[in-house]
């Protein structure tokens, strides 16, 4: 949580306005930091005049005066709020020890007004029937509770927080034992048995006198809790006290470190120590005032109420802490708090872990009926269609075989809505199993080559045993490495070392970030690496002129490379995931990455080469003023800790055995049982917790299953005989790289329009078939090949996480720095560029990567299907 919103969250309402002003201080700061960097605080014409440029010492003068003013703040109200707390204290002590005093003479009595005040309500012969015997004289703890709804308590809850009150609701009880006596003849003789009874019992006992604070007569459990009340109430206000200069002195801390990483100060250590520590709210002595008055309460709170128990007293003043902060706390804070937590601020949805958390949907259109008016939206009428689709292909044999007719409905029902996101796509995803199962879809062929359709039990096994595989392990496996990478913070620490080398030139930092992103794509996945860099160039961004064009040349440059990193390892993007499932034998990471690093490294050069051309980053928007200078990124000078160590090594050794998983598959099985190493080495050792499990892209691990589990639908139901007899009459006269071209260029479209890890989905199991029925059997090459190029979509906005996010990126006036032009004019010809690496250097390299397998296994490189 940020600081700004925890602040607001463990706040005391109605101090809210003596808090630091968080938020206003950052502000302070980004506009010192635009004075630092020469750059003017508004938005004018280029032609007004600047504010000069700072000094180091300029900025921490005019930062240090702001800070001043909040500290003075501060001081007053914890001096003003600190006075009234001792003194109320000193005055609490003073009217217990007068209490102790006086009770001796005065709470004896009480019993006798409340037997003649029960007889004057005339229940003299309830009483009669009543009366204790003399057995029961010591019993009067049952008659005090019995008196809870009587005068007594409604004094005790009428009285306030204030002393005064308190003073008269015990003077109240003392000046009641002398008003009545002797009315009730019945009443006189029954104290004198009970006098008599427990003066007998003194003089048999050796037990010292009870006193106001052990007695359970009802004056005394009356005054016990008016004292209780009083004390609570202080020792919570004491306790909020304390609060406050903790969360103040978090506040100047926070915002000092922020300072100096902003502007590259050093003034968090001198004004921490030099000033706010010798301010009166946090001076040792003032935070042990606090602290001795704390133990004081506690102790009045054990003497008056628990009897001297120190630790009842202690766990009793908790709870009522804890109860006073659930209720005393302001809705609003967490009403606040649910809404970022969901991605909103100020009424709007923001994008939440690299994708758009919500969609603008288009305008309902209104259809009157004679009901009222029906709102279609166009989600609506897509669902109908779909469905409209679906019950038509049943009804229409376009294909041979009941099952494969049935099977060709799903896939084009399941199509329409993922293309469509007619409704989410994981709800499609778990749509397939119930609609193969139902429809009974699923075949089987015995050892005689009997084909039998399974009954719903059978395919339910069947279906569910295929879903999970260890393809989903390692998808799973990926996560845990993403967000163990993240939480230890291994991912900025790295990437701000690489970032703070690049230096001020445009065109080297547009190329650092790109490499960066990336690279951060290939190990904590395309949907975090975009926002991670969003939030790093925020500094850069703020201190750019206006109308700048290195602000959306860098903004797309990071996503395209965020794309092209979805390409470089197999736990990147889900569409890897894929293509390795459908693979036979799958790749192992080794050669994975000897063909995908290269054509990655390719692809990133030629774009940023092409973003130089078209956007000429360098260049100021005022032709009179030199070339844009950039501001550095500041690399973190924390140290490495043992838990990232940790997290590091794991992750090492993990990606190492993906490396070799070939040599050691005898032992391990397969890559989804090594992904089971990181899961349980940082869930077991604490660094990941049940939340960060739970936070887990789990709809893309329901939409990576439905695909598995269209797949085996498809091949077992015989549409995919079907398609392989279709296909090998469309490719009997091509070549190999004519198919690769018509091939990619077809990936390449449907991967722009639709979401990439849908059109892996439905096309590497074409080109599954395609490789299959070309002379020499090229599957796997074709399935390599769709995979990668299912990540070099990224022509729209709507392109793929990376696109969604930067497409939402705006500047401090909230006018966005990429429109729809950007994409088309800069995204499409990246597109086109990465689709050619691809279809030219990765396949040159995947041939030569079989013929080294055929040089070092034969028997494996018959299997890879990569040779000519």
Known sequence: MKFSSSLKFNAVSEWWDDYIDYDGLKKQIYLVEKQQSGLDTGYHDLESQRIPLLSRSDTDRIFSQYLDRELRKITVFYESQAAELFEDIEELEAQVAEQEEAEMR???????????????????????ETAPQPGEASKPRKKGRKRKNSTLRRLSLSSSEEGADLDAGVSSLRRGGSSLRGKSPRVSARTLVNTWNSLTQSVSSVQLPETVWTSDTDYAWDVRLLFKRRVTNLYVAASSLKSYVELNYSGFRKILKKYDKVTFSELKDRYLHDVVEHAPPFTQSSKDKISAALHKLLHLYAHCVTKEDVSAAQRQLKLHQREHIAWERDTVWRQMIGRERRGEVDGHLETVGGTLAV???????????????????RRHIWQAIAVAVFLALLRIQSVDGDEANRCFAILVFAT?????EAIPLFVTSMLIPLLLVCLRVIRNTDEDDVVTRLTPPEATKYIF?????PTIMLLIGGFTIASALSKTAIDRVLITKVLSMAGTRPSTVLLAFMGVACFASMWISNVAAPTLCFTLIRPILRTLPPKSTFAP?????IALAANIGGQSSPISSPQNLIALQHMDPPLDWARWFAVALPVSTVSIVLIWWLLLVSYNPARSPDPTEPD?????IRATKEPFTLKQYWVSFVC???????????????????????????IVAFFSTGVLKKDDFEHFLWTVVFLAMGGIALGKGVTSSGLLDVMDEIIRGIITDMSLYTVILVLSGIVLVVSTFISHTIASVLLVPIAKEVGKNLPGNHANLLIFLTGLICS???GMPVSGFPNQTAATQEDELGQLYLSNVDFLKNGVPASIVATFVVATVGYVLMRVVGQVTALRSPKRYLCDNFRL
């Open 106 to 128: 005065n709470y004896p009595e009480f019993d006798e007004e409340d037997e003649d005040e029960e007889d004057e309500d005339g229940e003299r012969e309830r009483e009669d």
């Open 359 to 377: 969609q603008q949907e288009a305008k309902a259109v209104q259809i009157p009926t004679p009901l009222g008016r029906l709102k279609l939206k």
């Open 416 to 420: 329409i809505l993922w293309a469509t």
């Open 465 to 469: 045993s295929v879903m999970f595989s």
């Open 553 to 557: 040349c860098l903004i797309l440059g």
């Open 628 to 632: 844009i200078e950039v501001k550095p």
């Open 652 to 678: 090492l050794v993990t990606i190492g055995l993906w490396c070799v998983e070939h040599r050691i598959e005898p032992s391990v099985g397969d890559m989804g049982i090594i992904a089971i190493i990181p």
């Open 792 to 794: 070099t979509g990224m």
